[in-house]
């Protein structure tokens, strides 16, 4: 079973930086396509960014391109998300997921995701 927390939540204010983190056990990172998520109450999960085994394949929400990084370090068996000139409408709390599939490409959809953290608070003010 693979166990995922996620952390670096907090408050921001507007055009600020969080990086979150999302440290794996119970299993080998690099054999997971990974994503981040986020959620406000009353909201379906929203799709974020994803990344490929390597970290060589990324993808991204149109509303976080060019603000957000996805990134991994295998070796240590955590994933981050890198987030810059954050502001109110990225308040959520955010999830790291896990694919464990083999044979696709990176997905945006929740529901490909096998194992998800707790999640963590993000909240930019204005």
């Known amino acids: 079973q693979l166990h995922l927390v996620e952390s670096g939540g907090g408050l921001v204010q507007a055009g600020g930086s969080l990086r979150l983190s999302c440290a794996a056990s119970?299993?080998?990172?690099?054999?997971?396509?990974m994503g981040w998520f986020r959620q406000t109450p009353g909201k379906e999960r929203e799709f974020v960014a994803a990344?490929?085994?390597?970290?060589?394949?990324?993808g991204y929400a149109d509303s976080v391109k060019g603000r957000f990084t996805i990134s991994r370090d295998n070796a240590k068996n955590t994933m981050y998300l890198q987030m810059n000139s954050l502001n109110p409408e990225d308040t959520a709390v955010y999830y790291c997921a896990a694919d464990s599939r083999l044979f696709y490409n990176l997905t945006n959809s929740p529901l490909q995701y096998d194992y998800w953290g707790q999640g963590t608070q993000v909240t930019v003010s204005s």
């Open positions: 119970g299993g080998t990172l690099s054999r997971y396509k």
């Open positions: 990344i490929n085994w390597s970290g060589g394949s990324t």
